[in-house]
């Protein structure tokens, strides 16, 4: 029997913003640094993305990784996108990203602190490693343990999921830059 997939859209909004942008499969999998048979794949839904590939199209257009992987937001083009593609620029193409930065940026995830996000979230909850691996469809508590010291890396699926668990947003688990903001316990304060 096979599991549902949760990100089924990704496929259609990349095949969205690559056509916004004019761009062949060649031209985007030559950035993304993939197959372009990989990519059509991945465009007709065939094949789920990793992480890093849906990390690298968030950065490349400038969109979300929350946009791209939850399958309940539409597709929000950027406004400069929408005008480059109106005024028929084919030159501002991806070319004027910073592709070898991104590059790095995916090959290291940029996610270091995705399992302490992770942890801390779920001990604030009060969770434990089995409850959340029952929630991500995991037969036991070993691989969250290896997610939460980043000895695996999350897949997309396992990311939405636990950013719908725990309420909050991909970009936030992803990004280092943005700091996990959990709320004080004021009945804790008060008896100090």
Do not use: C
Not at 117 to 134: P, T
């Amino acid at each position: 029997m096979t599991r549902p997939k949760l990100v089924n859209r990704f496929g259609e909004k990349l095949r969205g913003l690559r056509h916004v942008y004019g761009l062949t499969l060649e031209d985007l999998s030559e950035q993304l640094g993939i197959a372009s048979g990989y990519l059509s794949m991945i465009e007709t839904g065939q094949r789920e993305p990793r992480i890093s590939i849906a990390l690298h199209v968030a950065q490349l257009f400038r969109v979300s990784t929350d946009m791209l992987l939850d399958d309940s937001r539409d597709l929000r083009i950027p406004l400069t996108v929408k005008a480059a593609s109106a005024l028929q620029e084919r030159s501002y193409k991806l070319y004027n990203f910073p592709g070898d930065d991104i590059r790095v940026w995916v090959q290291q995830l940029k996610v270091q602190r995705f399992g302490q996000k992770m942890r801390a979230l779920r001990e604030f909850h009060g969770l434990s490693l089995a409850e959340v691996a029952n929630v991500l469809g995991y037969a036991g508590s070993q691989q969250v343990s290896h997610i939460e010291v980043m000895r695996r890396k999350p897949s997309a699926e396992v990311i939405l999921k636990i950013a719908r668990l725990f309420n909050v947003s991909a970009d936030m688990l992803l990004d280092d830059e943005q700091e996990l903001a959990l709320p004080v316990d004021t009945e804790d304060n008060a008896d100090a």
